[in-house]
C-alpha cells in the first residue's frame, strides 16, 4: 500500500507559477503509476498527467500540454506537477493518485487505487 500527501498548492495570479508535491509512504514506491488529477466545484473530476514508475514516459492531458510537467523522485518518493502560464481555468482541488500497471494513458480516476486529499490550487484574473 502507498499513502499520499499533497502540498504546495495556493493562490496564484494568471500567468504564474506554482509547483505541487506528492510525498508518499511506503517502500514500493516506484512501481507504481503516478497520476495527477483535478476537480473543480461543479465538475467532474479531470486527469491531468501521469508518469511511469522509472519516470521516464511521461502523458499529459491536451488542456495542460506545454504548461504543466510532471515529474519524480524515486529515491524522496515524490511526485510533482510544475504548473505555469497558469489560467483562472486551472483553479480546481489538485490530487495526486497511485496505481499498479495498466495503460499510462489511460485517463480513468477508477483505475488509481490510491489518493491523496488533494490541495488547492486557485488562479486569480
Known amino acids: 500500500q502507498v499513502q499520499l500527501v499533497e502540498s504546495g498548492g495556493g493562490l496564484v495570479q494568471a500567468g504564474g507559477s506554482l509547483r505541487v508535491s506528492c510525498a508518499a509512504s511506503?517502500?514500493?514506491?516506484?512501481?507504481?503509476?503516478m497520476g495527477w488529477f483535478r476537480q473543480a466545484p461543479g465538475k467532474e473530476r479531470e486527469f491531468v498527467a501521469a508518469i511511469s514508475p522509472s519516470g521516464d514516459i511521461t502523458y499529459h492531458a491536451d488542456s495542460v500540454k506545454g504548461r504543466f510537467t510532471i515529474s519524480r523522485d524515486n529515491a524522496k518518493k515524490t511526485v510533482y506537477l510544475q504548473m505555469n502560464s497558469l489560467k483562472p481555468e486551472d483553479t480546481a482541488v489538485y490530487y495526486c493518485?497511485?496505481?499498479?500497471?495498466?495503460?499510462?494513458?489511460?485517463?480513468?480516476?477508477?483505475?488509481?487505487?490510491?489518493w491523496g486529499q488533494g490541495t488547492q490550487v486557485t488562479v486569480s484574473s
Open positions: 493518485a497511485a496505481r499498479r500497471g495498466g495503460v499510462l494513458a489511460s485517463t480513468r480516476p477508477s483505475e488509481y487505487g490510491y
Open positions: 511506503g517502500r514500493t514506491f516506484s512501481i507504481y503509476v
